[in-house]
């Protein structure tokens, strides 16, 4: 099948070559990101596959329809970025990669917390530069701190038992309760998770729901001096009552994989450029805020996954035979 990719990197085009080598596929990879001046690109297309900032709404997908693209291979775990309704009403299936490593953001969320609270990041550029103070680099302990666990499915469920080996008692909040968590943690409401949690990790979808799951409200809610990590989708929280709450010491570290303006950001080499986006250039001016580019999925383990479920998607969808994990409006395979 010709599929068009978009956004890629140097490390797709070596993962899904790979990949490729079994499946047969025709893979064009185009840099630019997916959207309605670039969606032109993909015409003659049947399959177009595409990541998680790039633009799949109404428009695009009409276009992509018109030039005769019928599959949209997602290489993501999440769908947010389609407008699903859209995709329906037109008759393009859309497919995506359910599971790759769950193991990988439940780790990168591990090594933000101990990066934040042994304060890593400062502690390199000090040594580097001859100062061995530690004045400043004070931490804690984890164990026997209390972590909170929003959104229980496959990478909050391997969280959960990563900070339980590490002696911590374990809150979970999650609308379905999951008995592997319920073993090795206590289920409370949200209220409750954000009051005693001394950790809060966000492990949950992107939703109308949990649009600024972490407002203003949910801040001050918040145990005084916690840390907040959010390695699941960046308008989880709004950035915005993040840094009143850092202003006034409600959050005592934060740590974001992802950003809810993150598009015109990350996935790109910005260093020699004024960054224009204010609040996120005002995140950075905090010594207790780490940042990394989305890049909690970013293994080889994963990306390898990543790449031959993508591409067993489209085989599945060309002949009929294999598991197509195809998401719908109504429904999620
Ligand atoms: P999953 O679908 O296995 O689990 C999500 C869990 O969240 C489910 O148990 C669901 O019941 C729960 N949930 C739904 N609404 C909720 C709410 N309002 N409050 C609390 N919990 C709620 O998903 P998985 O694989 O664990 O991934 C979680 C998220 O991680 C994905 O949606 C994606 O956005 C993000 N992600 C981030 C990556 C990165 O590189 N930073 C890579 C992969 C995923």
Excluded at 57 to 71: E, H, I, N, S
Excluded at 87 to 102: E, K, Q
């Amino acid at each position: 099948m010709r599929i068009a990719m978009f956004s890629t990197k140097t490390y797709d085009v070596t993962y899904f070559d790979r990949a490729n080598a079994t499946h047969g596929h025709e893979l064009t990879y185009f840099e630019p990101r997916l959207l309605e001046a670039t969606a032109a690109l993909a015409a003659g297309y049947p399959a177009v596959c595409a990541f998680v900032n790039d633009h799949l709404d109404a428009p695009v997908l009409a276009k992509l329809q018109a030039g005769g693209t019928r599959l949209i291979a997602l290489r993501s775990a999440g769908f947010n970025h389609v407008d699903l309704e859209a995709a329906d009403a037109l008759g393009l299936t859309v497919a995506r990669v359910p599971a790759y490593s769950p193991h990988a953001v439940a780790e990168h969320a591990l090594a933000m917390i101990l990066s934040l609270n042994r304060k890593l990041a400062r502690a390199n550029n000090r040594v580097r530069e001859g100062n061995f103070s530690l004045e400043g680099l004070l931490g804690f302990d984890l164990h026997g701190k209390t972590v909170g666990i929003v959104g229980t499915g496959k990478i909050g469920r391997i969280f959960a038992g990563i900070v339980k080996g590490f002696g911590c008692r374990v809150l979970a909040y999650d609308p379905f309760p999951h008995p592997e968590v319920e073993a090795i943690s206590t289920y409370v409401p949200l209220a409750t998770l954000l009051a005693e949690s001394d950790v809060v990790s966000l492990h949950c979808p992107l939703t109308p729901e949990t649009y600024h799951l972490i407002d203003a409200d949910a801040v001050e809610r918040m145990k005084p001096g916690a840390m907040l990590v959010n390695t699941s989708r960046g308008a989880l929280v709004d950035t915005l009552a993040a840094i009143e709450g850092l202003k006034s010491g409600r959050i005592g570290h934060l740590g974001l994989d992802v950003y809810e303006e993150e598009e015109n950001l990350f996935f790109q080499d910005l260093s020699d450029r004024v960054i224009q986006d204010d609040v996120f250039s005002r995140l950075l001016t905090f010594p207790n805020v780490l940042v990394t580019g989305h890049q909690a999925f970013f293994t080889a383990e994963a990306v390898t996954a990543i790449a031959e479920t993508t591409l067993a998607n489209a085989t599945a969808f060309e002949t009929g035979e294999g598991t197509l994990h195809r998401v719908t409006s109504d429904q999620i395979a």
